[in-house]
């Protein structure tokens, strides 16, 4: 009953007009990052950081949190109309969005897709509701070495189940917690990683700088590089017969729903996972459990409703750990505890008892953002039809002036402006050869945290790692870092697993 | 363009494999410069943590090094070109153009820049006219400049072209009524628009 009363206050804030019209404006942004192709939630999010400087946290992460949402619900659009994903997110819906286009039946498509994202959102932000106050209120407990446990974990979940080439995810993770420690030790006092005695430096590297640089100039050259400009969009006639007809269609489409809402929530908690291993392993559970399995690939609305409600209900999900535990579920959460930090908020169980009205205020956006992000999805569909027919030519140069002022404004230096062109740079290059960035850029909001609990834990210890690895003492600890243990020789199990049961790589 | 073609994905993997072992060297040599030693009694010193995760990160280069000795990965078995000419071309000229914005920030400032860029690149990959560019170059920069500077109050750096803004500052921070600085925002964002049109009429 206290929860129910704390989400209505939450309901409330969020419709204050301030913050509704922030959420509005949110989710029309939100859905643009995600329609246009090569910019997603995260590098929405990146870029739109650093104007929110201006507004009072709650009202900030109300507009980034819609933003977010929108994206989720935007990458949709480009998946269908252009067979190109708007985001990672909607890879997934390319594989049934686009056939359906091609088959003249676009606008069931983009319902499915919306429907579909509506669907999983309610389902996530019921499922968020229900459980970040228990979850919040366990981490209570949680002390330097289980706060230094869970970071650990969530890096060792990049490993185990990340799937990339594992020295090389571990050399991202490692490269944005060494980018972390450059500046001022923070209990010694000393300078650290000062390179060429250049000022800037020590004050840091802000994760802003890294984040805007892989996720804005980086994923702009990739994009340059994978278009070069050039777009096929589908045709689409939208009228309310066509809309009918395409609600008819979402009759068959409950289980792919069902999978999706719930497999995306509890995928979208995971730290290395996020939406888009959400969307694509619900699309091909939905797949393997139907009864029309032959028919996905050709174009069914359940192969678009699968992933749309997975990806909108596991950003929902990435969203609890950030809350509760402090602990980001995906990159843009990611980016969205390093901007709470920004903010003056410490992430982590205390925001539920400290700042409620930042935290249910969130909570209640979600449910706002919602409706208003499925409303804006499907009457704004021709809007956004142009605005796909924009050439990337003048879009690519106005992202590139919010990435160089995004980078100049937080720290109001050019020296990062510097690093961020260089981080862009190396990570385009990196990207292009399979290196993952996203856990460089959570290691780099996590490092400095990670630091101050490890170095407080070991302080409690008199310098002994056992502390981490006692079941009497501090048992929640113990078994995190035994799981995380786990997560990180999971790969090393992988080739055994192949050889004992005889599977190839390719078709295991 | 051979160059281009030549340098296939196999070659930038060992290549970019290299240059982060040398980077994580360099990262343990600098981190030695403070205490990387740690005891009960001493605590941590404040090189300890960069030192091991630079030799983390060298171990970790050292053996995607291995796995393309051994051909275990699959960008060392790729003998594609690394980038297609034609991509090429769009990322290296967005790439310099933008070294040559941050360069020409320190001095021109942000907005004169900013005209620079915009106009260079539209006209190099757009095939919008002159009149489109023009307005698009400098009404981009205008709007930046009300954003940042006037909504968000965050000063952007405006080097040697400083002085030029004190008039507009007098006139931001003067005892002007809301409506009429209100009407001389629009007029100047839609400033560029006129302008355009009117030479456009004059060379007519």
Not at chain 2, 11 to 16: F, S
């Amino acid at each position: 009953m206290e929860t129910f009363g704390l989400l209505l206050d939450g309901v409330f804030t969020s419709l204050q007009w301030f913050n509704l019209a922030l959420l509005i404006f949110g989710c029309l942004i939100g859905l643009f990052v995600g329609a246009m192709p090569g910019l997603g939630s995260v590098n929405g999010v990146a870029i739109l950081i650093p104007i929110t400087f201006i507004v009072p946290p709650t009202a900030a992460i109300i507009f980034l949190a819609a933003v977010y949402y929108g994206a989720m619900y935007g990458g949709a659009i480009s998946s269908v109309m252009l067979g190109i994903p708007g985001a990672s997110t909607a890879v997934a819906t390319v594989f049934d969005g686009r056939p359906l286009a091609v088959k003249g039946e676009a606008m069931t498509a983009l319902t499915a897709a919306a429907v579909g994202s509506f669907v999983g959102g309610t389902v996530s932000v019921i499922l968020f509701t229900l459980f970040a106050p228990p979850l919040a209120e366990v981490a209570l407990r949680f002390n330097a070495p289980e706060t230094f446990a869970l970071m650990v974990m969530a890096f060792a979940t990049f490993v185990g189940l990340g799937g990339d080439d594992v020295p090389k995810t571990i050399f991202s993770i490692l490269i944005g917690l060494a980018l972390s420690t450059i500046g001022l030790d923070l209990i010694t006092g000393k300078p650290r990683l000062i390179f060429f005695n250049i000022p800037g430096f020590l004050h840091g590297i802000n994760f802003l700088v890294l984040a805007i640089g892989i996720y804005g100039i980086g994923e702009m050259l990739w994009t340059l590089e994978e278009t070069k400009g050039k777009v096929q969009m589908s045709k689409l006639s939208v009228n309310m017969k066509e809309v009918g007809r395409a609600f008819g269609a979402l009759k068959k489409t409950l289980m792919a729903m069902n999978i999706g809402s719930f497999l995306g929530f509890f995928v979208g908690i995971l730290p290395a996972a996020g939406a888009t291993p959400a969307s694509l392993m619900s699309y091909g559970i939905t797949k393997q459990l139907s009864k029309n399995s032959k028919e996905f690939g050709t174009g069914v609305p359940a192969g678009v409703v699968a992933p749309e409600c997975a990806n909108n209900s596991a950003s929902t999900g990435s969203m609890l750990p950030m809350l509760t535990l402090g602990i980001p579920g995906s990159p843009t959460t990611a980016i969205l505890l390093g901007g709470m930090i920004l903010w003056g908020l410490t992430p982590g169980p205390l925001l539920f008892t400290q700042e409620p009205e930042f935290v249910w205020g969130l909570i209640g956006s979600l449910y706002i953002a919602n409706f208003f992000t499925l409303v804006l999805n499907i009457a704004l569909i021709p809007a956004f039809l142009m605005v796909l027919r924009i050439p990337f030519a003048i879009l690519a140069p106005v992202i590139f002036v919010l990435c160089v002022t995004g980078g100049y404004a937080p720290t109001q230096s050019l020296h990062d402006v510097w690093l961020m062109l260089l981080f862009g740079f190396g990570g385009y290059v990196l990207r292009k050869l399979d290196y993952p960035v996203a856990p460089a850029v959570l290691s780099i909001v996590l490092g400095p945290l990670a630091e101050n609990a490890l170095r407080q834990s070991l302080i409690l210890s008199d310098g002994s790692m056992g502390i981490f690895f006692d079941f009497a003492s501090k048992p929640i600890a113990a078994i995190i870092m035994y799981i995380a243990i786990v997560l990180l020789i999971m790969p090393a199990f992988g080739p055994i697993y192949r050889k004992i049961f005889k599977k190839s790589p390719s078709k295991a | 363009m051979s160059i281009v073609n030549k340098f296939t994905v196999r070659r930038a993997e060992i290549t970019v494999a290299v240059v982060l072992a040398l980077c994580s060297i360099a990262l343990m040599t600098k981190s030695a410069q403070n205490r990387i030693t740690w005891s009960a009694e001493e605590n941590m010193g404040a090189g300890f943590l960069p030192f091991y995760l630079s030799l983390g990160m060298l171990i970790c280069t050292v053996l995607t090094i291995v796995k393309f000795i051994l051909k275990k990965s699959p960008q060392s078995k790729d003998t594609s070109a690394f980038i297609d000419p034609e991509a090429f071309k769009f990322v290296s000229v967005t790439l310099i153009s933008l070294i040559v914005l941050v360069f020409t920030i320190g001095y021109l400032g942000i907005y004169f820049s900013l005209i620079f860029f915009l106009a260079f690149y539209l006209r190099y990959f757009s095939e919008k006219s002159i009149s489109f560019i023009t307005i698009f170059s400098l009404t981009t920069p205008i709007l930046t400049f009300l954003f940042f500077e006037w909504l968000l109050k965050i000063p952007l750096p405006q080097g040697i072209s400083e002085p030029l803004f004190y008039p507009v500052y007098d006139f931001m921070y003067g005892k002007i009524t809301m409506p009429i600085k209100m009407i001389f925002i629009v007029l100047t964002i839609f400033l560029p628009t006129a302008l355009v049109l009117l030479i456009n009429r004059f060379i007519k």
